[in-house]
């Protein structure tokens, strides 16, 4: 079994940084892409941000609305991805969702979600 836990949620003001955690444990025999969502009350989630490993290394999307803020990375020895949030807006409110697509040892294929993390921009 496989599990996401996140972390670094929070209270921030407008302007400043947060930094999200998200852990994978359990029967992980690789992981692909790992990414991170989020959905504001009363809209569908969206992504925010994700890194692929690809064969010549790894691929970087970013939202529109979070380039040149928010920039993410990924720790391969800890399957570990971090969501770093610089000049953090109101705006960026929501539960931020981490994601990742695993071949575990036991159950081949599967793509997970943590449980959420809420961040609170306040202005």
């Known amino acids: 079994q496989v599990q996401l836990v996140e972390s670094g949620g929070g209270l921030v003001q407008a302007g400043g940084s947060l930094r999200l955690s998200c852990a994978a444990s359990?029967?992980?025999?690789?992981?692909?892409?790992m990414g991170w969502y989020r959905q504001a009350p009363g809209k569908q989630r969206e992504l925010v941000a994700l890194?692929?490993?690809?064969?010549?290394?790894?691929?970087?999307n970013y939202a529109d609305s979070v380039k040149g803020r928010f920039t993410i990375s990924r720790d391969y020895a800890k399957n570990t991805v971090y969501l770093q949030m610089n000049s953090v807006k109101p705006e960026d409110t929501a539960v931020y969702y981490c994601?990742?697509?695993?071949?575990?040892?036991?159950?081949?294929?599967?793509?997970?979600w943590g449980k959420g993390t809420l961040v609170t921009v306040s202005s």
């Open positions: 994601n990742a697509a695993v071949v575990t040892t036991t159950s081949g294929p599967m793509n997970l």
């Open positions: 359990g029967s992980i025999f690789s992981i692909n892409a």
């Open positions: 890194i692929t490993s690809v064969t010549s290394g790894v691929n970087l």
